[in-house]
């Protein structure tokens, strides 16, 4: 009897890897698909990407074209599946929603800019490797979203206006931020009479 189990047992083994692994390749082909849509994105608004396999600016490490796959993978599944976005830039005048960048989860730094509207940052709160923060924006009302970046350790705002009490509560609340702001650093300093002293 035990003879004529083992089979049965084996089928439901077998079952459950392939199940195993096709659920892993799903994740794998769905992660590489949104990489794929936000790196497109990136581009469309005139950005830039860093791959993780790329040197930084401070690497002495070689300039390599690829990633380290085999070259018949590539061929057939792309690039995307071996390679993770580390660091992304964009600076576009209009750009008002930045909604692709919450796919990407590897991302360590990124710089977005844009002094004419006010965008979301809802979507940067799904970084969770994130280091490295700057923003340029026309307005800020609220930092709640960067509050539970669990690695950020680095935040600069450029020439945005931004209420001094939404800095204040940002440092108390993570003090083992560095944050850096640019002037103007609130609305009270873009009030007409502040204008006037400023140009005077």
Known sequence: ???????????????????????????????????????????????????????????????????????????????????????????????????????????EMLFVSSQYFTYDLQPISNLRKLENLTLHAKEFDSLEPLINLPKLTYLEIRDTVIDDAVLDDFRQRRPDVMLIVTPPTSKRELSPGSRAVRNW
């Open 1 to 107: 009897m035990n003879f004529l189990r083992r089979p049965r047992w084996s089928l439901a083994a077998m079952l459950v890897v392939m199940t195993i692994f096709a659920a892993y390749f799903a994740y794998v082909e769905r992660t590489a698909r949104h990489q794929r849509e936000a790196v497109s994105w990136v581009h469309r608004v005139g950005g830039f990407v860093r791959y993780d396999w790329q040197p930084s600016a401070t690497d002495q490490a070689g300039d390599p074209k690829f990633p380290p796959a085999p070259e018949i993978l590539r061929r057939y599944l792309g690039d995307e599946p071996f390679q993770a976005v580390r660091s992304i830039g964009v600076g576009d005048p209009a750009l008002d929603d930045i909604g692709p960048l919450a796919t990407q989860g590897s991302v």
